[in-house]
């Protein structure tokens, strides 16, 4: 799926494309920035996790959450 974010840093609005992935037995998101580069999210008691990488600025994790929320919001995701 295809979801746009608001960069905290630039703020510029910034379109992503989140794949479902298994993680560890859990259901995830794979997200992916223009540039290719991802990491895997994973909802847990109602906010969004970075699980494999330790280097995100948790500013943009917390973007980027709002924007899976939005989108969830308007196109019903489970």
Known sequence: ??????????????????????????QGLRIIFPEKDSFVMVQKDGSWDVVDDEDINPAIVEAIADGLKTHSRYNHLT
Do not use: H, Q
């Open 1 to 26: 799926m295809r979801f746009t974010y608001k960069d905290p840093i630039t703020e510029n609005e910034i379109e992503l494309n989140a794949e479902p992935e298994d993680y560890n037995g859990e």
